[in-house]
């Protein structure tokens, strides 16, 4: 699988995201050792993780399987993310859901994260949400001590808007080097709001989470785009999902999906995406379904 330089590490051009690892009847280290190897098989060393995940415990869950099997470290780059404050697991005792983007959580909740995965160092951070308390001066000084640390190799954001990042990127040494937004065929408008073309303007990859829009993709209300991934699924010889997740491929900013299933089986076929070729009229195709009418 094609690799992509994000700062000072290189990760496979799609992540395998682990937001649903514990919704899984099966939890044991033994069958997340499964998934992971199911990935490396086809080249996707890259691991998505927040320390949200799960209520708490989807970080567990993947260090559980490194305990177990600690030849696996070496061979994936973890990401994760911190900055969101849940009333559940650890955080049961929080008043009310919010963010924290102070110095002492992050630091925390890497010293958390890096116990918690079994893992000496997290390959990227990002920091979950864009807080509107967020000092940048402070947030931006403890993510420069984290990869002057060791503990963090890279770091970016989540979900941020343009004029977020440049505001921590302002107060840091260290570059940003993606931020990970929402993005696929059911939420498109970051193509035409100016979020990836920011991106894109500065060399910053962009990550890609829910890019088969959380099952929506396939629903009723999106008929037209279900149709034309059928017919360039059947030309591909490949799933729709595959199509849909190309779509994204095809974009010259270079975008890292993010993609998420329990089952063996289609983890084995997330691969199947870099096989697509879709034409320039293809993608438009696909984006006019989107779209619900032709473009201007």
């Given at each position: ?86 009333p559940v697991g650890r955080h049961a005792a929080a008043q009310v859901k919010h963010y924290d983007t102070t ?194």
């Open positions: 699988m094609e690799r992509l330089n994000l700062g000072p590490v290189s990760f496979s051009h799609i992540a395998y995201g682990m937001w649903r690892l514990g919704d899984d009847r099966d939890t044991s280290p033994a069958h997340v050792q499964a998934k992971i190897e199911a990935c490396l098989a086809q080249g996707l060393t890259t691991l998505d993780q927040a320390d949200i995940y799960g209520g708490y415990t989807a970080e567990a869950l993947l260090g559980g399987c490194l305990r177990a099997a600690p030849h696996l470290r070496d061979k994936v780059e973890i990401v994760t993310k911190c900055g969101i404050i849940a110095a002492p959580h992050i630091i925390q909740s890497v010293e958390t994260s890096l116990k918690e995965m079994a893992t000496g160092h997290v390959d990227l951070l990002l920091i979950h949400r864009p807080d509107p308390l967020m000092d940048h001066a402070e947030t931006g000084a403890a993510l420069d001590a984290l990869v002057a640390s060791g503990k963090v190799r890279a770091v970016g954001v989540s979900n941020f808007m343009p004029h977020d990042f440049t505001l921590l990127q302002s107060a840091m040494r260290e570059r940003l080097v993606t931020n990970q937004i929402e993005l696929s065929l059911v939420h498109h408008l970051p193509f035409t709001n100016g979020e990836l073309a920011f991106l894109q303007e500065r060399a910053i990859t962009p990550m890609a989470w829910s890019p088969l829009g959380g099952g929506r993709l396939f629903g009723s209300e999106n008929a037209g785009v279900t149709e034309s991934l059928g017919r360039l699924a059947k030309a591909n010889d490949v799933a729709p999902s595959s199509v849909a997740v190309a779509w994204l491929l095809a974009h010259p900013a270079r975008i890292m999906p993010v993609i998420g299933t329990n089952r063996i089986e289609r983890i084995r076929q997330i691969g199947e995406a870099l096989k697509v070729r879709l034409g320039r009229q293809d993608w438009f195709e696909l984006y006019t379904a989107a779209l619900g009418r032709e473009v201007a």
